[in-house]
Nanobody
Framework: QVQLAESGGGLVQAGGSLRLSCAASGRGFSSNGMAWFRQAPGTEREFVAAISWRGDSTYYADSVKGRFTISRDNARNTVYLQMTSLKPEDTAVYYC????????????????????WGQGTQVTVSS
């Protein structure tokens, strides 16, 4: 099992940027796909972006495409989410997650495909 810890959240003005990090410990990080999800108050958890275990494939929600970039550094056991051109509607708690399939050829947007979750980091975008 992998333990995940997010950092990098905070308060930023609309149009600004933030970079979130998710540090992993335990077995399996480099062999599993990773993703970022977010959840605003009163809403369901929403897929944001995912990356394959090798980092050669990515997938984004339409709402963040062109503004957010997911990446990973397997040597550092860390996955990142670079967020630019932030909007107030990006305000949410952001969670990183590790999928349940080793060396998968697929990347997933369904949260049920993920078994390891961090505690989340708050991102607030002011208008």
């Amino acid at each position: 099992q992998v333990q995940l810890a997010e950092s990098g959240g905070g308060l930023v003005q609309a149009g600004g940027s933030l970079r979130l990090s998710c540090a992993a410990s335990g077995r399996g990080f480099s062999s599993n796909g990773m993703a970022w999800f977010r959840q605003a108050p009163g809403t369901e958890r929403e897929f944001v972006a995912a990356i394959s275990w090798r980092g050669d494939s990515t997938y984004y929600a339409d709402s963040v495409k062109g503004r957010f970039t997911i990446s990973r550094d397997n040597a550092r056991n860390t996955v990142y989410l670079q967020m630019t051109s932030l909007k107030p509607e990006d305000t949410a708690v952001y969670y990183c997650a590790g999928d349940r399939t080793f060396y998968s050829r697929s990347i997933y947007k369904n949260p049920n495909e993920y078994e390891d979750w961090g505690q989340g980091t708050q991102v607030t975008v002011s208008s």
